[in-house]
């Protein structure tokens, strides 16, 4: 663990590391549980770790932010114990993958699910696919099953459904593509995505009956989060903030400056690399520059313990081709990287 700054919560919890904690930090359990399998976002989390810090930093019914939320571990984290969350991410794939993982699903959406996925597989039995145009960046014999897949995504009646299954495409994406040199065949690709799929309907009904044991009901989950896909520079101006309550918890795993990870590439057998994630997921192939003062974020809270002076700015440069993020003080690289920043309030 690299940087880890805590404050007392409000008398009730003991100035010390608990032994919960301590045996969260040391795990090396695999990550599972509820909806994080979706999508592995590089340099994600342990859930074991953000869901005892929040149990133990926060209470229910207060907000946790993650300022830089990647695949939104802390933010499933935080709503299945109760808590409201605020995710912020200037990636795309960020903001799909975190809203995705905490959207539930009616009996409706999963009925027209299943019956999209049966036709879904009767097409690919027959192998008549509907896409007119083959996909990009992808092993040529893959193609043609994606661009099925992809074209029929579209007659998915509702936003969730189809953001749902993009999902989908995005795990078996992964799972067949990414740092592989054996790539699966289009039948075996098939026959993943089915089982990816029935594992993720059961993922999203598993975080669904927690958030529900710990007080919040199926139709009040959105309610309880705001995500924004944008730069966490400035965000102590966002108007959307207005709609929500202080946040009293910071959990979050900054960018490590100084150290290349492919936030949003595939690495296709070993050496091209790819966009398929932002194509697979219907959105346009960018990155905003942006420049971060970590300073500015915690200040724009006023409520916030401010942090270490030495962490208390840095700037990181994303660009198309792959994030760089660069230090004006490359002494925090070191003491940045696998860091975990708890600022409580
Ligand atoms: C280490 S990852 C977070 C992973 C996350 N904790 C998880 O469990 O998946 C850091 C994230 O910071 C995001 N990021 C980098 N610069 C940012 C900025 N200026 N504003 C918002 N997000 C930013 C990156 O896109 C990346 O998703």
């Given at each position: 663990m690299g940087s880890f700054a805590k404050q007392e919560h409000k008398g009730s919890?003991?100035?010390?590391?608990?032994?919960?904690?301590?045996?969260?930090?040391?795990s090396n359990d695999p990550v599972s549980g509820h909806t994080h399998n979706f999508y592995r976002y590089p340099a994600?989390?342990?859930?074991?770790?953000?869901?005892?810090?929040?149990?133990?930093?926060?209470?229910?019914?207060?907000?946790?932010?993650?300022?830089?939320?990647?695949?939104?571990?802390?933010?499933?984290?935080?709503?299945?114990?109760?808590?409201?969350?605020?995710?912020?991410?200037?990636?795309?794939?960020?903001?799909?993958?975190?809203?995705?993982?905490?959207?539930?699903?009616?009996?409706?959406?999963?009925?027209?699910?299943?019956?999209?996925?049966?036709?879904?597989?009767?097409?690919?039995?027959?192998?008549?696919?509907?896409?007119?145009?083959?996909?990009?960046?992808?092993?040529?014999?893959?193609?043609?099953?994606?661009?099925?897949?992809?074209?029929?995504?579209?007659?998915?009646?509702?936003?969730?459904?189809?953001?749902?299954?993009?999902?989908?495409?995005?795990k078996t994406g992964q799972w067949a593509i990414d740092c592989k040199e054996l790539i699966p065949s289009g039948a075996d690709t098939l026959k993943q995505f089915a089982n990816h799929f029935h594992e993720m309907i059961q993922g999203v009904e598993?975080?669904?009956?927690?958030?529900?044991?710990?007080g919040i009901k199926k139709s009040k989950i959105r309610q309880n989060r705001l995500l924004l896909c944008r730069s966490t520079a400035g965000l102590e101006s966002e108007s959307r903030l207005a709609t929500v309550s202080k946040p009293t918890l910071v959990v979050t795993s900054p960018p490590y400056p100084a150290v290349h990870i492919l936030y949003h590439r595939w690495q296709v057998q070993g050496r091209r690399?790819?966009?398929?994630?932002?194509?697979l997921t219907a959105f346009q192939y960018e990155m905003a520059r942006?420049?971060?003062?970590?300073?500015?974020?915690?200040?724009?809270?006023?409520?916030?313990?401010?942090?270490?002076?030495s962490l208390a700015s840095y700037s990181v440069d994303s660009c198309p081709r792959y994030p760089r993020y660069t230090s004006p003080f490359p002494e925090l690289g070191p003491l940045l990287k696998r860091a975990a920043l708890l600022v409580r309030g």
């Open positions: 919890h003991s100035a010390d590391v608990s032994a919960e904690l301590l045996f969260a930090i040391a994600r989390f342990s859930p074991l770790f953000v869901r005892e810090v929040i149990r133990q930093y926060s209470r229910p019914g207060e907000t946790v932010l993650d300022p830089f939320m990647g695949g939104g571990t802390a933010i499933v984290e935080a709503l299945a114990l109760g808590r409201k969350v605020i995710g912020v991410d200037l990636n795309t794939l960020a903001h799909f993958v975190s809203t995705v993982k905490t959207t539930p699903l009616s009996n409706y959406d999963v009925e027209v699910l299943e019956e999209w996925l049966a036709d879904v597989q009767d097409v690919g039995r027959r192998g008549i696919g509907e896409a007119d145009q083959p996909v990009r960046n992808l092993p040529r014999h893959l193609q043609k099953t994606w661009a099925d897949l992809m074209a029929q995504v579209e007659w998915l009646p509702l936003e969730r459904q189809q953001n749902f299954v993009r999902c989908v495409l995005l598993e975080f669904v009956g927690t958030c529900r044991m710990e690399e790819t966009p398929a994630p932002y194509w942006s420049s971060l003062s970590l300073y500015s974020l915690v200040s724009g809270f006023s409520s916030f313990a401010p942090i270490s002076s």
